[in-house]
């Protein structure tokens, strides 16, 4: 006989750990299925930073946090399945459950949590020479750039706490914006100025030659500059894709998926968290929607005398 969980979470982020904490207190049988390594954002893409925007992380690095979520998580009971990919769901009106399927097995479960992020495929330039194999899209190891040339494409908390890290690291940054403000936080545009990072303001990648130079174009005087640079880091958001969910009859917008202020969906069971709601961004955000979410789902499930 296949065991009905009461909840599935995808994703083993900071809104998806929540939910499972939030799970284990509500004692809702759960499983959580994370395609990677638990912990979201702060251990996939960055695991160097200093992660100081919730209480009583200050100064520890993505990874510790992601850990630390984790192992927290996992001591209250939590089942986490990594290195399990979620590839389809279907729903049952019948039962009024969901059949949750991975690339390692089918499970069914009266409610679901999407909370898996919007990191997806990272967007590319789309320019001449892009294939070039010194141009990454993320840091794994800032280290690796110390004594190097390096150009930083983007405006966002991604690219320029990524110019930081590597002008931190030892390396000669350049950071290139194709607007003339940043949309960063307040605080992390102060640090840039406070360091070493060049910015090109108003200014667009347009070529890629050979692997070492890079042309750049002013986009308010027309002037196009060559740079020498060892490496480019791209930052300009990623691609990601909700159209599975199309399916199930889920209301989403691009990359968001539309809930009320209990986290619900247009579809009863399912419910979503964290950044794909197209809220704030930020770890402090993604933790309360996961426990908001879980709450709202035990109400739904369980009906106590008090709600």
């Not at 130079?213 to 490496?231: C, F, Q, R």
């Not at 159209?243 to 419910?271: A, P, Q, S």
């Amino acid at each position: 006989m296949v065991m009905t969980y009461d909840l599935i979470i995808v994703g083993a982020g900071p809104a998806g750990l929540s939910a499972a904490l939030t799970a284990c207190y509500m004692r809702l049988n759960h499983l959580v299925l994370e395609a990677g390594e638990a912990g979201g954002v702060p251990v996939h893409v960055y695991p160097w930073k200093e992660v100081d925007s919730f209480i009583g992380f200050f100064g520890v690095s993505g990874k510790g946090v992601a850990e630390r979520m984790t192992s927290h998580v996992r001591k209250e009971g939590a089942v986490i399945h990594e290195g399990e990919r979620m590839t389809g769901i279907k729903r049952d009106e019948k039962k009024r459950t969901f059949k949750v399927t991975t690339d390692k097995g089918v499970y069914e479960t009266k409610a679901v949590l999407f909370a898996s992020g919007t990191s997806g495929t990272p967007k590319k330039l789309g320019i001449p020479g892009e294939d070039n194999p010194n141009i990454q899209y993320s840091i794994a190891d800032p280290e690796h750039y110390r004594g190097k040339n390096v150009l930083v494409v983007g405006g966002g908390d991604t690219a320029l706490e990524s110019a930081l890290i590597l002008d931190k690291s030892g390396a000669k940054v350049w950071l290139a914006h194709r607007k003339g403000e940043f949309r960063a936080m307040n605080k992390t545009q102060e640090e840039i100025k406070r360091s070493s990072v060049k910015v090109l303001f108003d200014t667009e990648v347009k070529e890629i030659i050979g692997k070492e130079k890079v042309k750049v174009l002013s986009n308010k005087t027309g002037k196009e500059i060559v740079l020498g640079v060892d490496n480019i880091v791209v930052c300009i958001g990623s691609i990601f894709s909700l159209d599975f969910l199309k399916g199930l009859g889920v209301k989403t917008e691009e990359d968001k998926i539309h809930v009320d202020e209990e986290m619900r969906t247009n579809v009863e069971g399912f419910y979503a968290a964290g950044d794909v709601t197209g809220r704030l961004k930020r770890i402090p955000e993604a933790i309360g929607e996961g426990h908001l979410a879980v709450y709202s789902i035990f109400k739904w499930l369980k009906k106590p005398y008090w709600v």
